[in-house]
Structure formats: structure tokens, C-alpha cells
């Protein structure tokens, strides 16, 4: 079945870029998705890209995908404190149900 | 509009009690998850429905944990006995087809004393 890597920890100073990796395994993936959770919620969809693009872009956030090395990334832009949160990585492969990666934790320092 | 709506959001129970966790799904979402978190495990799918019907409930730990979903808006997971290793936040989700986006709920947190 599909497999989804995410590192767990990432750090930042405010008003930097941040970029949240992951590389998943079923190279018939068609949907990627990035989620958000904060603290005492649910995840919360913040975008997804079809299998045909290499990126997507939405305000602050853009979405890298490279299917040839099945990595996708998460960039966001002038990151601020409110953007501290566990970030998931989803890919639905086979199945067509995603799977979920472990979630990087963002920390946003000033 | 309602999102996935979830109670109780929180539940506190001592060891070998049965506990009932509820779901109401988006009205015209076909697809039903119920996930469990910890910080060991993460994020782990535990059963999926379609139109109401169990797809999916290899991801379901043992046999003290059972779900249903006796209609469109309604499903419950339950745990008969509860023991502590079970204290977790469980999450419900929905979406409206198989890869589409699902929506999650904002979590029961369990604790099994």
C-alpha cells in the first residue's frame, strides 16, 4: 500500500519561507493533499494538487510536485506565529483512500 | 454550512466502561472514516463506510472496537471494555467520493483512567 514520509519537526523565524517535505511510494497517486491542525482541532484542508500539475500556488502557500521522485513540498511565504501548527501530507494512491503521513510540527519563532 | 460534527468532544471513563463516540457526517458526503491519534502512532485510519455500508476495517485494533453507521448522517464508534492504551483523540471524517478531500470533525479526546 501507499507509504507517506514527512520529517516531524520543523523551525522557523518569523517573516522566513518555510518548506514542508514528503515523499510518498504509489506512483498511481492522483490526489495530493497538505492539511493543517491546530492545537484541540481537527485537520483542516489547506490545499491539493491533481497528479498532472507540478504546482499549484495560493496566496502565501505553494505546492511543489515532482512525480518523478514522488515529492511533493509545501511552501509557505512570509510565515507568521499563526502558521504554527502540524501540517499532514495525504497522497491517495491505489486505493484511491488517502493516506496520511506522520505530520510535521511548524514552530514559528520571532 | 455544518461541518462534521462530532460529541462528545471530550469523554473521560474509567478502565472496562463502554464507550460510544458519534459522528454526523455532510449531508450528501458518500464516504465515512474514523481515524485515531497519539503521539506514538499519529494518525491511523481505523474503518471507512460507503453509503453506509463497512469497507474497510482492517485498521480496527481489536475486536473490543466496533463501528456502525445505521444511516446517511450517523455513524458510532464504540469501545466495549475500554481499557487505558485506548486514551486517544478519534477523529471522523467525510468527503464526498474516495480521493476527494475529506473534512474532519474536531476530535473526541479519550481517556480511559
Known amino acids: 500500500g501507499e507509504d507517506v514520509e514527512q520529517s516531524l519537526f520543523l523551525s522557523v523565524r518569523e517573516g522566513d519561507s518555510s518548506v514542508i517535505n514528503c515523499t510518498y511510494t504509489?506512483?498511481?497517486?492522483?490526489?495530493l493533499y497538505w492539511y493543517k491542525q491546530e492545537p484541540g482541532a481537527g485537520l483542516q484542508l489547506l490545499t491539493y494538487?491533481?497528479?498532472?500539475?507540478d504546482m499549484k500556488q495560493d496566496q502565501r502557500l505553494t505546492v511543489l510536485l515532482n512525480k518523478k521522485d514522488k515529492h511533493l513540498s509545501l511552501r509557505i511565504a512570509d510565515t507568521q506565529t499563526g502558521d504554527s501548527a502540524i501540517y499532514f501530507c495525504?497522497?491517495?494512491?491505489?486505493?484511491?483512500?488517502?493516506?496520511f503521513g506522520r505530520g510535521t510540527s511548524l514552530i514559528v519563532h520571532p | 454550512d455544518a461541518g462534521v460534527i462530532q460529541s462528545p468532544r471530550h469523554e473521560v471513563t474509567e478502565m472496562g466502561q463502554e464507550v460510544t463516540l458519534r459522528c454526523k457526517p455532510i449531508s450528501g458526503h458518500d464516504y465515512l472514516f474514523w481515524y485515531r491519534q497519539t503521539m506514538m502512532r499519529g494518525l491511523e485510519l481505523l474503518i471507512y463506510f460507503n453509503n453506509n455500508v463497512p469497507i474497510d476495517d482492517s485498521g480496527m485494533p481489536e475486536d473490543r472496537f466496533s463501528a456502525k453507521m445505521p444511516n446517511a448522517s450517523f455513524s458510532t464508534l464504540k469501545i466495549q471494555p475500554s481499557e487505558p492504551r485506548d486514551s486517544a483523540v478519534y477523529f471522523c471524517?467525510?468527503?464526498?467520493?474516495?480521493?476527494?478531500?475529506?473534512?474532519f470533525g474536531d476530535g473526541t479526546r479519550l481517556s480511559i483512567l
Open positions: 504509489d506512483s498511481s497517486s492522483t490526489y
Open positions: 471524517a467525510s468527503s464526498s467520493r474516495g480521493n476527494q478531500p475529506q473534512h
Open positions: 495525504a497522497a491517495s494512491g491505489g486505493s484511491y483512500i488517502p493516506t
Open positions: 494538487i491533481f497528479s498532472n500539475m
